[in-house]
């Protein structure tokens, strides 16, 4: 039938034409090749609140209110308790952290600075430690008390503390 391999051999040669229009490759388009980052190399989010520092061990430190930046586009906290003054030297002590670190591994530790900043009347460093918020208001006596400390992140240390400090003068003592 003449009409059918004319329609055949037409819709052939449209094809063909598309491919040739469309490079002639079939294969996928190449995608840009993304540097890969490697320990050192620091980078920051779009809007420069978050930095981090690439390492290359399996350790994080972290400076989560160790920012110096008070962008106007965040509203300052407004409850009757904040305190709005900035930490000092956290992003500091977590840099020299882990600069010592490096020197004493030769690996490099993950590091991330943020943004806000967190202040105390009473300069004081403070670490998570899985105690809550309501326990830490507590007085030392009645903290001593609970158990929160003995099923915290300084467990252990409570038990095998050298100079055997009370265990609220772990989380609260002076050194």
């Not at 520092?53 to 586009?73: K, N, Y």
């Not at 591994?105 to 900043?117: D, E, M, P, S």
């Not at 903290?143 to 003068?169: F, H, K, W």
Request: charged share 15%; hydrophobic share 45%.
């Amino acid at each position: 039938m003449p009409g059918g391999r004319t329609t055949r051999r037409g819709l052939a040669l449209c094809a063909l034409g598309l491919v040739i229009a469309c490079g002639g490759s079939t294969a996928a388009p190449t995608p840009p090749v993304v540097p890969v980052p490697k320990a050192g190399d620091v980078q920051a989010d779009a809007n420069g609140w978050v930095e981090y520092t690439v390492g290359d061990a399996p350790l994080i430190i972290s400076a989560p209110h160790g920012g110096l930046l008070a962008p106007a586009s965040l509203p300052d906290r407004s409850c009757a308790a904040c305190i709005l003054a900035g930490d000092d030297n956290t992003q500091d002590l977590a840099r020299r952290v882990a600069a010592q670190f490096l020197v004493r591994t030769g690996k490099r530790a993950h590091l991330v600075i943020n943004l806000h900043g967190h202040g105390h009347s009473i300069p004081r460093l403070e670490l998570g430690y899985l105690i809550s918020a309501a326990s830490l208001r507590l007085s030392d006596q009645a903290l001593g008390a609970t158990s929160a400390i003995s099923t915290s992140s300084i467990a252990r240390l409570a038990v095998v503390a050298i100079d055997q400090p009370a265990p609220v003068a772990l989380l609260r003592g002076p050194t």
